[in-house]
Structures are given as C-alpha cells and as structure tokens.
C-alpha cells in the first residue's frame, strides 16, 4: 500500500454496496503520495476501512477496487489466482467454440484487465491504471493459467486513455499472430484479425446471439415452407450472415461502412461454402431507407450497429440513431418476421433501450410482440454490484 484515499462525508455508501468504482468527486483527500496503478486504501471520511484499489490520479474514475477484504493482501499471488479462476469458470465453453472471453474486468474482480482467447492466440487489453501496473504478473497469470504461450495486447481503447494511459499494441509473450487466426463458433468457422479488427479482433460476446439467429433461421423456413430472405445490418465479418445462412436462410443481405470488414466476411462466407451472400458497402441509415423505398421486405433482421453513446453527454443523439435504424428496419420487416436489434452503448441502459425501440415501433405503425431480451454471453457475466458492466443489450421483436 502506498497511500489512502478519504473519501467525502456520505460517499461510502456505493462501496459499502460492493461498487467497485470511486470517482474523484467522492474523494475528500489523497494521503500519502500513491503512484499511478498503486494500490490504496479507501476509507470513510470516519477512517472506516472500505477496499483496496488501483489509484488513477489523473482519471475521472480515481480508483478501481480490487478487493472490500481488509485482511486480503493485493500482491501477485493474489491477482494470478483470480486470473486463474476466471479461466477455470470458461472452461465448459470449450465445448462449442475456441473463441472466449477468459476474463471480463470488474466482473473477475480485475478492475481493467480484459483477455480473449483465439483457438491458440490469447488476447489481452490493459484498460485501467492497476492492470497496467500490473501487466507483467497479469499476463503471465493468463499464459500460465491458460497453457498457450502466444499474448498479443490491443491497449488502445478510449477507456486507456481516460486513466491517462497511452495506446499499446503489440507482442507480449511468444510469436507474432498469424494474419488471419481461424476459429471455430457453433460448428461455422470464421477468420479474426487480431492486430485490426474491432475490439480484440471479433464480437465474441455475441456467440449466443447468433446461435438464435441460426435456430431463428430454421424455425421461420420450416413454418413458412419457404426461403427464408435475412438482412444483417453493420454485419462487420458477417457472423450474423454466417449465422442466418448456417439455419437455412435462402438469401441474406448483409451491409457495412468497411470495404475491409466486408471482404473479410465474403472470405469467412467462402470457407463455410455459402453462396447465399450479397455484401454490400454503404452508410445503414441510407441503406435501410432505401431498401424500404425498393418494397424489399425480410423474414429476419439483425441491427448490431457500433457504439452510439460513448459517455452520458451522448445519450440523446444515440437514442435517435437507434430509433432510426429500428424504425426502417421494422418497416422491412415482413408480417410474422423477427427482429433482432442491439445495442453496446453502456450509457443507454436496458430500460432506456426498450423505451426507443417501442417508440421506434409506434412511429413505425407495426404490431410487435417482444419474445425476450438479449444479452452478452456467460463468458461476459454481470457482477450484480455493477451494472455498468451490462453494456450489451438487445431485444427479440417479432411483428404479429
């Protein structure tokens, strides 16, 4: 321990819940002079003990907690066994796919540190100023815990910077990652780039999601007794595509922004042997419109757009993009047709979620039945004391 943080008369009240983020306006005073990423106590105004946690001088979020045990002992032997447990709790994915989330945050009691697993390849990011203090006794947990020797790290999100890190990318341990590493996802195997693709290189928190779309798929071929036509909206490699197409889908329309995503999925398409395909290139919100303007009309639609909101001060301006693409998209679909619309904005909460999209079908003047609502997979687990961790949210509409 290198200091203390003294937290403001009141502000106890969220740690003594077990949040396990302080921000700087809760912070009375800094005693002692912690360095960046040193663990410190965090106490009461009272001088109440109330967790250990990584010190962000420079952050809006000051302090990340790794532990509300006083008697615990923050040091590398601690942190390696929590790196090894999150693994272990992963273990039964292995089953249907090499493609996991081995460690998820503050969900793993790892305020910051996120790792994924890519058949051989691990994958890590370095997200808060305790993880990267921590770096080497973190990544040689996950190597160790893990068996593979191969940690390629992809620190260059925008949360790194907000703790006043700046970007890494790079080897850490072993050799350089293949340009392409293939996977395997439910049976359909997919190709993920590592060094550029978005996040660590694949959406593996929507895994699930696109199994439902596959099953999806099926049901709605079998009940139509015909072939079913899928659109796939910000389709990045066309996992949904894939998905659709793996159920039956006799036609599936997937569009993206990205040239380079795109010809990544149409390679992804080729190495699973669907020819069902049409990739196009263009701005969604345009794309759907005009679409509607053709007459076109799908039995399945799959919204997955990128982050809309990425702090409270965007909330507005993302609950009308969402609205909008949820409205065209609606307008698609075809009487008894299934919609699938997500969203990964942490600042748009479920209830907020659920509010635009049923705006979006009362301007749409369509009838929906929601069938269930949607979120990241059990590799991405939610702690219950932290519900900022419920990024990814999504709701099953089908028009009746």
Request: with cysteine.
């Given at each position: 321990?290198?200091?203390?943080?003294?937290?403001?008369?009141?502000?106890?009240?969220?740690?003594?819940?077990?949040?396990?983020?302080?921000?700087?306006?809760?912070?009375?005073?800094?005693?002692?002079?912690?360095?960046?990423?040193?663990?410190?106590?965090?106490?009461?105004?009272?001088?109440?003990?109330?967790?250990?946690?990584?010190?962000?001088?420079?952050?809006?979020?000051?302090?990340?907690?790794w532990s509300f045990v006083e008697s615990e002992r923050i040091d590398?032997?601690?942190?390696?066994?929590?790196?090894?447990?999150?693994?272990?709790?992963?273990?039964?994915?292995?089953?249907?796919?090499?493609?996991?989330?081995?460690?998820?945050?503050?969900?793993?009691?790892?305020?910051?540190?996120?790792?994924?697993?890519?058949?051989?390849?691990?994958?890590?990011?370095?997200?808060?100023?305790?993880?990267?203090?921590?770096?080497?006794?973190?990544?040689?947990?996950?190597?160790?815990?893990?068996?593979?020797?191969?940690?390629?790290?992809?620190?260059?999100?925008?949360?790194?910077?907000?703790?006043?890190?700046?970007?890494?990318?790079?080897?850490?341990?072993?050799?350089?990652?293949?340009?392409?590493?293939?996977?395997?996802?439910?049976?359909?195997?997919?190709?993920?780039?590592?060094?550029?693709?978005?996040?660590?290189?694949?959406?593996?928190?929507?895994?699930?999601?696109?199994?439902?779309?596959?099953?999806?798929?099926?049901?709605?071929?079998?009940?139509?007794?015909?072939?079913v036509r899928a659109l796939n909206c910000f389709c990045y490699t066309?996992?949904?595509?894939?998905?659709?197409?793996?159920?039956?889908?006799?036609?599936?329309?997937?569009?993206?922004?990205?040239?380079?995503?795109?010809?990544?999925?149409?390679?992804?398409?080729?190495?699973?042997?669907?020819?069902?395909?049409?990739?196009?290139?263009?701005?969604?919100?345009?794309?759907?419109?005009?679409?509607?303007?053709?007459?076109?009309?799908?039995?399945?639609?799959?919204?997955?757009?990128?982050?809309?909101?990425?702090?409270?001060?965007?909330?507005?301006?993302?609950?009308?993009?969402?609205?909008?693409?949820?409205?065209?998209?609606?307008?698609?679909?075809?009487?008894?047709?299934?919609?699938?619309?997500?969203?990964?904005?942490?600042?748009?909460?479920?209830?907020?979620?659920?509010?635009?999209?049923?705006?979006?079908?009362?301007?749409?003047?369509?009838?929906?039945?929601?069938?269930?609502?949607?979120?990241?997979?059990?590799?991405?687990?939610?702690?219950?004391?932290?519900?900022?961790?419920?990024?990814?949210?999504?709701?099953?509409?089908?028009?009746?």
């Open positions: 321990m290198q200091g203390e943080l003294i937290l403001k008369p009141g502000k106890e009240r969220s740690l003594l819940r077990r949040h396990p983020w302080v921000y700087d306006t809760a912070v009375a005073r800094v005693k002692g002079k912690p360095e960046r990423g040193a663990t410190v106590a965090v106490r009461s105004a009272e001088g109440r003990f109330l967790a250990w946690a990584a010190f962000a001088p420079d952050a809006t979020l000051r302090a990340r907690c590398a032997a601690w942190l390696a066994a929590r790196v090894a447990e999150a693994v272990a709790r992963r273990a039964a994915l292995a089953t249907d796919t090499d493609a996991v989330r081995l460690v998820f945050g503050e969900a793993d009691r790892l305020p910051g540190f996120v790792a994924d697993r890519y058949a051989e390849q691990l994958v890590v990011q370095l997200q808060s100023c305790g993880a990267e203090a921590w770096r080497d006794v973190l990544v040689d947990a996950l190597a160790q815990a893990t068996g593979r020797g191969n940690v390629f790290e992809r620190s260059d999100s925008a949360t790194r910077n907000r703790e006043g890190l700046p970007p890494a990318t790079g080897v850490l341990r072993g050799a350089e990652p293949a340009e392409r590493i293939r996977i395997s996802e439910h049976g359909l195997a997919l190709l993920v780039d590592v060094r550029r693709g978005h996040k660590t290189g694949y959406y593996v928190d929507q895994r699930d999601n696109r199994h439902l779309v596959r099953q999806l798929a099926g049901q709605a071929g079998a009940r139509l007794q015909r072939p066309g996992g949904f595509s894939l998905a659709a197409a793996a159920g039956g889908a006799a036609e599936v329309l997937s569009i993206d922004s990205s040239a380079e995503a795109l010809a990544l999925a149409a390679d992804n398409a080729a190495l699973n042997a669907q020819a069902v395909h049409g990739w196009q290139q263009a701005d969604v919100f345009e794309a759907l419109r005009a679409l509607r303007e053709a007459g076109r009309q799908f039995e399945l639609v799959v919204l997955d757009p990128p982050k809309f909101a990425s702090t409270h001060h965007h909330v507005v301006r993302a609950a009308r993009a969402y609205k909008d693409i949820t409205l065209n998209a609606l307008r698609l679909l075809a009487p008894g047709g299934e919609l699938l619309t997500f969203s990964c904005s942490g600042a748009i909460s479920v209830e907020l979620f659920q509010k635009i999209v049923a705006g979006a079908v009362i301007d749409a003047g369509v009838e929906c039945q929601m069938l269930q609502r949607l979120a990241a997979g059990s590799d991405h687990p939610l702690l219950m004391t932290h519900p900022e961790g419920e990024y990814l949210k999504g709701l099953h509409l089908r028009r009746v």
